[in-house]
Nanobody, 131 residues
């Protein structure tokens, strides 16, 4: 059974940085697809950044709004996915979730439309960026 647990959210001023962590249980880190998604009040959940691996290499994807500021990475030894968030903006505010599956997935569509692909989710961690 795949389980995920997010941590690292908090309150930060615009321009600051946070690193989110997603501890993953029940997934082999040579075959997975895991993403970070966020949801602001009154808004639909959106894909932020995703990573998938087939054991020979990783593929990463970023929403246009976070390119150049966020970096997704994995630590296989710790079964953890990180999201380093730099130069945070107020519009980055929201609840951040990690979700995943124990399969490599082709392309990036699943990151932007996770329904039907991502069935396991963490509890979320709140990120608030003040101006």
């Amino acid at each position: 059974e795949v389980q995920l647990l997010e941590s690292g959210g908090g309150l930060v001023q615009a321009g600051g940085s946070l690193r989110l962590s997603c501890a993953v249980f029940g997934v082999s880190f040579d075959d997975y697809a895991i993403g970070w998604f966020r949801q602001a009040p009154g808004q639909e959940r959106e894909g932020v950044s995703c990573i998938t691996s087939d054991g020979t290499g990783d593929s990463t994807y970023y929403a246009e709004s976070v390119q150049g500021r966020f970096t997704i990475s994995s630590d296989n030894a710790k079964n953890t996915i990180y999201l380093q968030m730099n130069n945070l903006k107020p519009e980055d505010t929201g609840v951040y979730y990690c979700g995943g599956t124990g399969l490599w997935l082709y392309g990036s569509t699943w990151c932007w439309r996770p329904d039907g692909f991502i069935k396991r989710w963490g509890q979320g961690t709140l990120v608030t960026v003040s101006s």
